[in-house]
């Protein structure tokens, strides 16, 4: 198992040092400007978000912790809480990473034939990519819908400016710094999500659903 988990540190390391960094700021915006939640455009806005049940997104993400700093490419096919995946690849090689939720945890694979299953799919990601994300909440708050019951704004675009939402004790923010508004629904472009101790900066660069 220590050999394993070697294998696939080690390729994570190589596959996410040779990434370019994003060029979004690690600071959250101070001059936004918010309207009610209850605007009629956001209202309609939030239910086609809200049905969108399967999607898939690529872009780039940036990952800043004390003990972690890295980018990659992504790929995200979502279908359900429990049946979704997540690919990380380099720019400067063929190597990647592959995260597969199912009905009875995670599996991260590689395309060296490494494989590793656990029913915790957090510690699974803590351990293999030093990553400690809230998975079972991404797949909404990539798409920029906001729990309901939490702190939330919207911006003047009509659409979702960032939130505050508490897990385990520590609260993690999001801002929506930039949308995609070329398509039928306007969904996410930057995002940047924070907590006390760690940056996630997110760049999507094209959508399905």
Not at 15 to 43: F, M
Request: glycine share 6%; charged share 20%; aromatic share 12%.
């Amino acid at each position: 198992m220590k050999n394993l988990t070697f294998l696939f540190v080690s390729l994570a390391a190589l596959l996410l040092a040779g990434c370019q960094s994003l060029d979004i700021s690690d600071e959250r915006p101070n001059n936004v400007q918010y309207i009610e939640k209850t605007d009629a455009a956001w209202q309609t806005h939030l239910q086609k978000i809200k049905a969108i049940k399967a999607y898939s997104a690529s872009g780039q993400l940036g990952y800043i912790s004390a003990k972690e700093r890295f980018s990659s490419r992504f790929d995200w096919q979502y279908n359900n809480p429990r049946a979704y995946t997540l690919f990380l690849s380099s720019t400067i090689s063929s190597s990647t990473l592959k995260f597969q939720m199912h009905a009875n945890g995670m599996t991260i694979s590689d395309n060296k034939g490494n494989q590793r299953s656990e029913a915790d799919a957090k510690m699974l990601l803590r351990e293999i990519v030093g990553m400690d994300i809230p998975l079972e909440q991404f797949a909404t708050w990539l798409k920029g819908e906001p729990n309901e019951r939490a702190d939330y704004k919207v911006g003047a675009n009509h659409l979702l400016a960032g939130f505050g939402y508490p897990i385990d004790g520590t609260l993690w923010t999001a801002d929506y710094l930039n949308y995609h508004t070329d398509q039928s629904v306007a969904l996410p472009k930057d995002i940047l999500l924070k907590n006390a101790e760690q940056t996630l900066k997110i760049r999507v660069d094209s959508w399905k659903y």
